[in-house]
């Protein structure tokens, strides 16, 4: 009985490492974009905390210089919110870019995995065929020998 035999199950197999590759480098790019936007929020409550310290500041009478200070730390806060929309656009692009090489790799493999599918309902018609007839002429034969004998 013969087996099965795919010639390009290497081809396969690199197909499929690159896909789980492709798969790990997108949830890699996920995490980091995931970082970004939780140090962009992180700004944002920083911000906010700063607003309210500079209104409870300025309703409790303090020296201006101080509300100078605080000024510039929130406008400096404002700028990193805005460096940090930068860097999010940035993620967001790589994971776009990320997402569309797995596509690329799953629709790869799945080209080679529906070629295989196709030999080996091929594979199995022919050898099923080639199991009949051996059925077939053994029947002859032991037809012809109860004719004999």
């Given at each position: 009985m013969r087996r099965f035999h795919f010639k390009l199950d290497p081809?396969?197999?690199?197909?499929k490492r690159k896909e789980e590759q492709a798969k790990l480098a997108l949830g890699r790019e996920q995490l980091?974009?995931?970082?970004?936007v939780v140090e962009r929020t992180r700004l944002i409550d920083k911000k906010s905390d700063v607003l309210n310290e500079i209104?409870?500041?300025?309703?409790?009478?303090?020296h201006i210089g101080e509300l100078v200070d605080m000024d510039h730390y929130y406008q400096q806060l404002n700028w990193n919110i805005t460096q940090q929309d930068a860097k999010i656009k940035f993620?967001?692009?790589r994971v776009e870019t990320a997402r569309k090489k797995m596509v690329e790799?799953?629709?790869?493999?799945?080209?080679?995995?529906?070629?295989?599918?196709?030999k080996y309902d091929i594979w199995r018609k022919?050898?099923?065929a080639e199991e009949a007839a051996e059925i077939d002429e053994y029947a002859r034969r032991r037809a012809y020998?109860?004719?004999q004998g």
């Open positions: 081809l396969l197999s690199v197909r980091l974009l995931n970082n970004e209104h409870a500041t300025a309703r409790a009478g303090c993620a967001h692009s790799t799953m629709r790869d493999r799945r080209i080679i995995e529906r070629i295989r599918e196709k022919e050898f099923e020998e109860g004719m």
